[in-house]
């Protein structure tokens, strides 16, 4: 039994093959793991922050009952981000507002001096910098994985394979331009 | 303080400003591909080293094969075979020489392979087997030894400084994507901030208390960015191979040594016992800080066994025939011990050192991705270079920390200009008289801004600090005037003591009453000119492992960065072109001393393989000669002269 040259040929470029399909499908699924990983983070931290805010208003409603308004506004917002169902843009804008809302929240604190010299004041608003922080730098790490792994599939080997196994691009966790103008309105 | 201080990332959603030259993407890919280039040049220099290094070793290591052989060979016979072996193998390594430096003789390909493999082959086994051995003999040991030398905390989540430490390391750890790494704190003078671990695992951040006092949350951000960026790049197991091979080095050194010193004996004892010790916990990392920093060093070349054993005044017999014993090892040791010095200071070293400036770049690109602030980091890398405290403890592992310990003055530059000097000597006048203190004792200076006045003044303001912090009212009173009146300058921010660590030893907070003294003393230091010497890995390479602070705040600047005027940094024109001046002097000057050492170095080489060579044949010749005989004819002679005595008598 003896081969041809053109066979041994034809048998490593079909090992070769193999083993790039191989290779290719295993960082596919790496990269989708970052991304699912980088989501469940934001998950995280959004869902910490939820149970954040009842707290909040909680430690500021014995000293600003006035402002019935801004801590409705807080509450409401919280509620709406909770339910704002799966889609990524409406809930982003709804995290947003959630955000701006609470921000809101202790631009009036500042005007209560009795409040702002408490000693739990200065914890408090740390625990909420630190929240919202987390939550932003949660974000630009996803969007950050997702923009990679979105390059990667439209890329010209790439794309053939992610486009075999069903791999199509994820969406970016930002709000688009109309909610954003919504988001301001409301603050 | 309005609204909650917000970083880069909240903010990134604002309208884009100006498009920086260089994102930071392109920075990092850039600095990856330098530390690929120079790793390779490591590697090279590594090639380099090794040629004069196994052409030492591997001779050293024959002649004590063949001592012991026929020191064996004298109780229980070898088999002829293997001095048939030696002898032809000795035959061709005199014949290749012969070929290879005289031209004489013929010598075939075969031949030569043979013989460059029984040069090379042991020196480089040898050093292969000792790294491997330092590799795993320091990864089970932990950071644990450091952070004790170093004499670290825990953060206490009741102050809420700590508590925005603990805060924005999570942030960053959340920003990069990696589990967070443990903080830790150290209480002690200098301002400065480090990554410790053998794996990103076990990963520590090491920050000096200070520096939460000193630096805004943001800049704080930025900086635990930079180490966070430097841990998830893998520089902690660069470190710990970079670390490891100077630490081969030190034990190279150090088992060459060990017939001649306690020290070094006690050095390789605790080495075998830390080895064979499989315990856990803190006891165990100990030994693993001590046992590195024994072998750091081991590599001055100021505390050397071998001096010592030769250069006693006074010996003993034993020490006197010992001395004859051992002589060819001085060569051998003088040889390893110059060819380490010479070419790790100027070879590896500095290879090192640059491929580690390429990390430390990289990770500076890598807190601008994760913080997109460069500014805080510009920031905060500026008021850390200000400070020239030093961090106690934990010398060997200076190079983990973001600037140099031991100061850096490339962005700060010398010493203040002539008109900031003028600006402080103004305000301190103004502080003085508006103060109500008793009428300033010296007039108005007549030479305003002469720097021997500026430096009376400085000296007098330290004074001042120190009295307001064991409790002077009047002195605190004059120095607050004295900072409003200064404005914020940041070329002259450093100057002025810390006013927080001041409110806190009026507390009676000693921790801060010693941090003022430490920022006293180091002004007088510096005031004298005395520059304290380099520390750690630092002494092993004349090239610094930090890159120069001015050259970090330029690639900064490229990603977007734009805080320092650099043009007060840089001594101008004229600087340059005496500096210009100085390297064509100095370079063939060098040149020729680096020459010249190569030189003692390959005669150092020969020396050793003369003396080794002798004494192998005293050996030889030690045992081959029928001693029983010699002792015999000895006897037999004596006894002739006695009875030729007695018969004359």
Known sequence: MDFSPVLIAIAVFVVLVLWFVLHAYNRLVRMRNNVSNAWSDVDVQLTFRHDLVPNLVESVKGYMSHERQTLEAVAQARSAAMNAGADLATRAAAETALGSAVGNLFLTAERYPDLKASQNFLLLQEQLTTTENRIAFARQHYNETVRQFNALIAEFPWNLIAAQFGYTPEKLFAAGPQDRATVQMAS | ?649
């Open chain 2, 1 to 649: 303080m309005s609204v909650p201080e917000m970083t880069g990332a909240a903010s990134s959603f604002a309208a884009p400003t100006a498009r920086p030259p260089e994102t930071f993407f392109k920075a990092q890919e850039r600095n990856r591909r330098a530390t690929w280039r120079m790793s390779a040049l490591c590697v090279f220099a590594a090639f380099l080293m090794g040629i004069p290094l196994t052409l030492v070793l591997s001779p050293f290591l024959y002649a004590v094969t063949m001592a012991t052989a026929e020191v064996v060979n004298h109780f229980s016979p070898l088999p002829p075979e293997f001095w048939q072996i030696s002898s032809d193998l000795a035959r061709l390594a005199v014949r290749v020489a012969d070929a290879v430096f005289n031209q004489r003789g013929v010598v075939s390909t075969q031949e030569l392979i043979i013989a460059a493999v029984l040069i090379f082959l042991p020196g480089i086994a040898l050093a292969l087997m000792l790294w491997t051995g330092m590799l795993l003999l320091f990864r089970h040991g932990g950071v644990g030894g450091t952070l004790a030398s170093l004499n670290a905390r825990e953060p206490n989540p009741q102050d809420l400084k700590e508590l925005q430490l603990a805060d924005a390391v999570q942030e960053m750890a959340i920003a990069a994507g990696l589990p967070a790494p443990k903080v830790m704190l150290i209480d002690s003078p200098g301002a400065n901030a480090a990554a410790i671990g053998t794996c990103a695992a076990d990963a520590h951040i090491v920050l000096c208390r200070r520096l939460l006092d000193d630096l805004n949350r943001e800049q704080l951000q930025a900086l635990v960015g930079h180490l966070i960026a430097s841990v998830g790049n893998g520089d902690l197991r660069i470190a710990f191979t970079v670390t490891s091979v100077f630490e081969t080095c030190g034990l190279i050194v150090t088992l060459i040594n060990a017939p001649f010193g306690r020290q070094s004996r006690s050095t390789l004892w605790r080495i075998v016992r830390y080895s064979l010790r499989r315990g856990t916990g803190a006891a165990e990392a100990a030994d693993a800080e001590q046992v590195a920093e024994l072998l750091a060093d081991t590599l001055d070349m100021n505390s050397s066994d071998i001096d010592r054993f030769f250069n006693s005044s006074n010996p003993g017999v034993i020490r006197k025939a010992l001395r004859l014993m051992f002589f060819p090892f001085l060569f051998t040791n003088i040889a390893v011990e110059l060819t380490l010095w010479f070419f790790l200071n100027l070879l590896l070293g500095p290879c090192m050192a640059l491929l580690w400036r390429t990390r430390r770049y990289l990770a500076d690109a890598g807190a601008v991705e994760l913080t997109r602030n460069p500014d805080a980091l510009e920031s905060a890398l500026q008021s850390l270079s200000d400070d020239s405290t030093t961090v106690a403890g934990g010398s060997w592992a200076s190079h983990l920390f973001v600037v140099n310990p031991g100061g850096d003055r490339s962005l700060r530059g010398d010493s203040a200009s002539a008109e900031q000097q003028r600006k402080f000597l103004q305000a301190w006048q103004t502080a003085a008289s508006a103060g109500g203190a008793a009428a300033p004792l010296n007039p108005p200076p007549s030479l305003p801004g002469t720097a021997a006045e500026f430096a009376r003044v400085r000296q007098e303001m330290m004074s001042t600090a120190m009295a307001a912090a064991t409790g002077n009212a009047e002195a605190t009173a004059r120095l607050q005037t004295f900072a409003q009146a200064m404005g914020v300058d940041p070329g002259l921010v450093h100057e002025l003591p810390n006013f927080n660590d001041l409110m806190l030893a009026q507390r009676g907070d000693r921790a801060a009453l010693a941090r003022v003294r430490m920022q006293r003393q180091s002004r007088q230091r510096q005031q004298s000119g005395t520059q304290r010497g380099q520390t750690g890995l630092q002494t092993v390479s004349f090239v610094s492992f930090h890159p120069p602070l001015a050259k970090r705040a330029k690639r900064l600047q490229r990603m977007g960065a734009h805080l320092i005027d650099p043009s007060r940094r840089h001594g101008g024109l004229g600087g340059k072109i005496v500096l210009a001046i100085l390297y064509l002097i100095f370079g063939p000057l060098l040149l020729t001393c680096g020459v010249l050492m190569l030189f003692v170095i390959a005669m150092m080489i020969g020396l050793n393989l003369l003396c080794l060579g002798l004494w192998l044949a005293l050996i030889h010749w030690l045992f081959a000669v029928d001693w029983a005989s010699v002792i015999a004819g000895f006897t037999k002679f004596v006894q002739d002269v006695a009875a030729a005595f007695s018969q004359r008598r």
